[in-house]
């Protein structure tokens, strides 16, 4: 029965991406789904990209209840110490130094090249990589390196983060005896859109920033396969997630109106950023690797026939960041 509840649920927005989706799925995870015990990542070390507010911070905080250390990816060392501030509050005993700030703008790709430098000297070894830095541009522009924003941010900054640190990421592997995990936060809104591998840079068609920011999920869902396999001999997994509906400064600042009609039931960050949680500490044997995943369930990556991509479009889609990325 619950089982049941939780497909209907997952085919209606309303309440299945809400906080009631959220409440009624909880009452069935049990066993492997079941709340990791504390200290699950004891020993372990974690690294969350836009971990200044939101999702971000509210995965550092779950991350840290754990046991983890977590470096905290934002742009800005004030943003870093405020959050750093808020979830040492949150997590009794935790200290500070369990919370290093880490300074990287991801879709500045020479930053990022910089910055996984920088940290694979620094850190021996990594077990937990969660990209969740976001945004949703009011209209189109680019980063220094004329790339269009939504892309750089959700899609070449993350992907080359991760190879770049795909050896420390092993190390960890190596480390601890079981796998490295890289968890990408997507977005529910990528089932309307199919993968543009055309047209990445958003340039041939009207722009709109709610239809950049599905796009660019669409291709983290993609690219979340691509690194599923290509990652999987070092002992490396990768997981994509939607958080469903939550109150944060990117929904609260970027649609106004939604937040107005819907506000009332939008999840917590902490209920949002759940399933990254659970996913950085669930057996194994649970959760495979290359999946897309909301409320601890893996879920279809598709349900209209008119996103589907072909694998020649996968390909295409791969060509034009490796070369994008270099």
Request: hydrophobic fraction near 40%; charged fraction near 20%; proline fraction near 5%.
């Amino acid at each position: 029965m619950l089982t049941a509840l939780d497909t209907v649920l997952d085919r209606t927005l309303v309440p299945g991406y809400s906080k009631l989706g959220y409440l009624l799925r909880r009452r069935g995870w049990t066993g492997d789904r079941a709340d990791p015990p504390r200290g699950a990542l004891a020993g372990r070390t974690a690294l969350v990209t836009g971990a200044g507010s939101g999702l971000g911070e509210a995965a550092a905080t779950g991350l840290a209840r754990l046991g983890a250390t977590v470096h905290l990816l934002v742009r800005s060392m004030d943003k870093g110490r405020a959050a750093q501030d808020r979830i040492a509050d949150a997590v009794p005993g935790l200290s500070r130094e369990r919370l290093p700030i880490q300074i990287c703008d991801v879709g500045e790709l020479a930053q990022v090249r910089a910055f996984a430098t920088r940290f694979a000297t620094e850190t021996d070894a990594l077990d937990v990589l969660v990209h969740n830095a976001g945004l949703m541009p009011e209209q189109r522009s680019e980063t220094s390196e004329g790339n269009e924003l939504a892309l750089a941010v959700h899609v070449l900054g993350p992907l080359l983060l991760t190879r770049l640190l795909a050896d420390t990421l092993a190390t960890g592997a190596e480390r601890s005896g079981t796998d490295s995990r890289v968890i990408i936060v997507s977005s529910g809104g990528m089932y309307a859109q199919p993968l543009h591998d055309d047209d990445l840079q958003f340039t041939r068609r009207d722009y709109g920033g709610t239809a950049a920011y599905a796009r660019t999920k669409r291709m983290q869902v993609v690219a979340t396969g691509l690194l599923a396999d290509e990652l999987a001999p070092r002992g490396v997994t990768v997981h994509a997630l939607h958080p469903g509906w939550a109150a944060t400064p990117g929904v609260t600042g970027s649609l106004p109106l939604f937040d107005r009609i819907v506000g009332p039931v939008l999840r917590t960050p902490a209920q949002g950023a759940d399933t990254a949680v659970w996913l950085a500490a669930a057996p194994s044997s649970a959760i495979g690797t290359g999946r897309f995943w909301h409320d601890r369930t893996p879920r279809p990556t598709h349900y209209l026939s008119r996103t589907r991509e072909t694998a020649g479009q996968r390909e295409r889609f791969r060509a034009e960041v490796d070369r994008l990325t270099r």
